[in-house]
């Protein structure tokens, strides 16, 4: 008896240990966007006019897309969470991989549209760029930086999310013991703030 408590209390504290450690990542990483948001704010600011004709340059139809599969990432991200505290562990696979290949399908078409603005020399560094003016250089830095910076947190949460799939799969984690899939789970939703954030600011304004 006294042994199951010591079990479940260590259970417990492991829990909170990760979630802790997930929350204070996701306060520091929301620290470093509010920061570059503030940045473009300025810079938006004092080149208005340059600003809407570069973003005139990128396709709404593009980020509409995005927008609509990464939400729909994140549905299936917390379908896994209750598939799992439910102990239907092929649910909870089922809901992993579709998030997984939804992820996937998020950075195919973020390459495309790079690929479609590197074409036409819309990139930091490009002469073609540095003739349209500072405000299309400032525009498109931060465009790169900023959607590139929230690829490579996709590609951290892929690398969560292929590790928590393969516990699943392996049976050390169920729904005794879901603290990790938890925890990538409010990663990953994380990543799809980001994104909605950052989507009307490049887009849409």
């Not at 492991?14 to 979630?19: R, S, V």
């Not at 600003?51 to 994140?74: C, H, K, P, Q, R």
């Not at 020399?121 to 929230?150: I, K, N, Q």
Request: overall charge positive; aromatic content about 16%.
């Amino acid at each position: 008896m006294s042994q199951s408590l010591s079990m479940t209390g260590n259970l417990s504290k492991h829990k909170a240990t990760t979630l802790s450690g997930v929350w204070l990542f996701i306060f520091i990483e929301l620290l470093v966007f509010a920061g570059l948001f503030l940045l473009y704010g300025v810079y938006r600011y004092k080149n208005g006019v340059a600003f809407d004709l570069a973003a005139g340059e990128l396709s709404v139809t593009s980020g509409v897309l995005n927008t609509i599969i990464i939400l729909a990432g994140s549905l299936c991200m917390a379908y896994s969470s209750v598939a799992i505290r439910k102990g239907n562990k092929m649910a909870t696979l089922f809901w992993l991989l579709t998030t997984l290949f939804i992820g996937f399908m998020f950075l195919v078409n973020r390459y495309f549209e790079w690929k479609g603005r590197i074409d036409y020399g819309l990139f930091p560094g490009s002469e073609d760029l540095a003739r349209l003016g500072h405000g299309d250089v400032l525009f498109f830095g931060l465009y790169f930086f900023m959607t590139g910076l929230h690829a490579v947190h996709l590609i951290v949460g892929f690398i969560g999310l292929i590790n928590v799939t393969s516990r699943v799969n392996n049976n050390t984690l169920g729904s005794k013991n879901y603290s990790l899939l938890e925890a990538t789970g409010i990663y990953w939703h994380l990543a799809t703030l980001i994104w909605v954030l950052i989507f009307p600011l490049f887009y849409l304004l």
